[in-house]
C-alpha cells in the first residue's frame, strides 16, 4: 500500500490551519485513485457558529476535503511532469450529492478516482463516507497551473 503522512501532504498541499482538510493518505494508485483520512474534531473553527445547537462539518468543507485528496492524487500521478512552481486550482463541482450530517468524533473517508486529464485539465469523481456509509458524492474538475507565471 501506498501512504502519504502529514509532512508529506504539506509539502504538496499549499494549504495550513484550519484550512488543510486532509490528515494522511492511507493508499493510493498514481493515475488512478486515493483514499484519505479526514479527523472530525469538535474544537474545529467551523463548528463555533455551524451550528451551535448541532455542530455538523458544512457541505463545503467536505467537498473541499475530497478537492484536496484530488489534488495530493494529481501531483502524485504528474510527478515527474510538475514543476515546484504547480498549483492545482478547484474549478469545478457537478453532480453533489448531501445524504448525511458529518459531526465531531465522525472519520471521513476521502475516495477520489482519477477519471480523465487532457494537458492541465484533471476530472475525478469523489466519494466521502463514515463508516462505510456514503455521505457525499461528486465529480470534481481542477485545473494545473504554474505560479511562477
Given at each position: ?36 483520512i ?5 474544537n ?10 448541532r ?6 468543507l467536505i ?30 463541482i ?9 459531526e465531531p ?45
Open positions: 500500500m501506498n501512504t502519504i503522512d502529514i509532512h508529506e501532504i504539506q509539502e504538496l498541499l499549499p494549504h495550513r490551519y484550519p484550512f488543510l482538510l486532509i490528515d494522511k493518505v492511507i493508499d493510493f494508485t498514481p493515475g488512478e485513485s486515493l483514499i484519505g479526514k479527523n472530525i474534531t469538535f474545529e473553527p467551523q463548528f463555533v457558529g455551524h451550528f451551535p445547537q455542530v455538523i462539518m458544512p457541505g463545503v467537498l473541499e476535503s475530497l478537492a484536496q485528496a484530488t489534488g495530493l492524487l494529481a501531483f502524485k500521478t504528474a510527478s515527474d511532469l510538475r514543476s515546484d512552481n504547480s498549483l492545482y486550482y478547484l474549478v469545478g457537478d453532480n453533489a450529492r448531501f445524504r448525511k450530517p458529518v468524533g465522525d472519520q471521513l473517508q476521502l475516495e477520489v478516482k482519477l477519471i480523465k486529464n487532457k494537458r492541465n485539465m484533471w476530472k475525478f469523481s469523489g466519494r466521502a463516507t463514515v463508516d462505510g456509509e456514503l455521505i457525499v458524492s461528486a465529480d470534481i474538475m481542477c485545473v494545473e497551473q504554474d505560479m511562477s507565471k
